[in-house]
């Protein structure tokens, strides 16, 4: 079976984490290209706007407020947009949190409030995606994982968890829904400027910006490949560290991040 990929004459897409960094720079490419993007996000202030940044765009924005974590909404917008956009061709789950984890000082709540959005956030809005899709014979999505999902990083043991298992759970997906005519695809970027790296206490080599990110981003969605991960010179060498021994690993990763050489986290908790 052929691999689908969605043009604009297939229908609508779907962008959640629009209202700012990666998901907003790919809604505004998609809707370039003449789609007719619904973005979601919290804020309806931030997507009335970006709906208007869209204006003179060959395709529209349409801003579909919501919050991933309620997965009653998720729903709901999934089934409007498949409604009112004459069928829902494809859909980007790109909503997420970074909150950095400390070892010494170690939170609950960073763990699950991360856990909440970045992984059950995509499942909310994966499920009544997919079963629409399946519907019409046809559909395209992409999830929006890391190379932080390739192996542990610092601060990264709750963000990194969630994208390590977002891209398990595009390869095992991948071998039913292959079967439905509906392609999927992992985004693994390499670090990207956008609110989520901005606190990071690391170098970041090779950092993008987030409008070099969604152009990218929409040039994998056409390729058909299973996975878009940028710039290669960079993500292609975190992919070969998992090859290494682990005290390899670990040494090269304090060595490239100077994590080693960081003094201890307090608190006054």
């Known amino acids: 079976m052929s691999t689908f990929t969605a043009s604009p004459a297939d229908g609508a897409v779907w962008v959640t984490g629009a209202s700012s960094g990666i998901g907003k720079a790919?809604?505004?490419?998609?809707?370039?290209?003449?789609?007719?993007?619904?973005?979601?996000?919290?804020?309806?202030?931030?997507?009335?706007?970006?709906?208007?940044?869209?204006?003179?765009?060959?395709?529209?924005?349409?801003?579909a407020p919501g919050d991933v974590t309620?997965?009653?909404?998720?729903?709901?917008?999934a089934g409007h947009i498949d409604t009112e956009g004459k069928g829902l061709a494809l859909a980007v789950f790109n909503a997420g949190v970074y909150l950095p984890v400390h070892g010494?000082?170690?939170?609950?709540?960073?763990?699950?409030?991360?856990?909440?959005?970045?992984?059950?956030?995509?499942v909310n809005g994966l499920?009544?995606?997919?079963?629409?899709?399946?519907?019409?014979?046809?559909?395209?999505?992409?999830?929006?994982?890391?190379?932080?999902?390739?192996?542990?990083?610092?601060?990264?043991?709750?963000?990194?968890?969630?994208?390590?298992?977002?891209i398990n759970m595009a390869e095992s997906l991948k071998f039913d829904l292959d079967k439905f005519g509906v392609s999927i695809q992992v985004v693994?970027?390499?670090?990207?400027?956008?609110?989520?790296?901005?606190?990071?206490?690391?170098?970041?080599?090779?950092?993008?910006?987030?409008?070099?990110?969604?152009?990218?981003?929409?040039?994998?969605?056409?390729?058909?490949?299973?996975?878009?991960?940028?710039?290669r010179r960079f993500t292609y060498v975190l992919k070969a560290l998992q090859f290494l021994p682990y005290p390899a690993y670990f040494w090269l990763m304090n060595a490239a991040t100077g994590w080693k050489k960081r003094p201890l986290e307090t608190t006054t908790d």
């Open 127 to 166: 499920v009544p995606a997919i079963d629409r899709m399946k519907a019409r014979g046809r559909g395209q999505i992409a999830i929006v994982s890391s190379v932080t999902g390739y192996g542990g990083m610092p601060t990264s043991a709750a963000y990194g968890a969630t994208k390590a298992a977002l």
């Open 26 to 63: 790919l809604a505004l490419n998609l809707a370039a290209e003449g789609f007719t993007v619904y973005a979601t996000a919290r804020s309806e202030d931030a997507l009335a706007k970006l709906a208007g940044e869209a204006g003179k765009l060959k395709g529209r924005i349409v801003a």
């Open 104 to 122: 010494e000082t170690l939170k609950v709540g960073d763990f699950d409030k991360t856990f909440a959005v970045n992984l059950s956030g995509v």
């Open 70 to 77: 309620d997965s009653q909404a998720m729903a709901r917008i």
């Open 188 to 231: 693994n970027p390499g670090f990207v400027d956008t609110p989520a790296t901005a606190d990071n206490a690391f170098e970041m080599p090779a950092l993008l910006q987030p409008e070099e990110a969604a152009k990218r981003i929409a040039q994998g969605l056409k390729s058909g490949s299973f996975e878009i991960t940028f710039p």
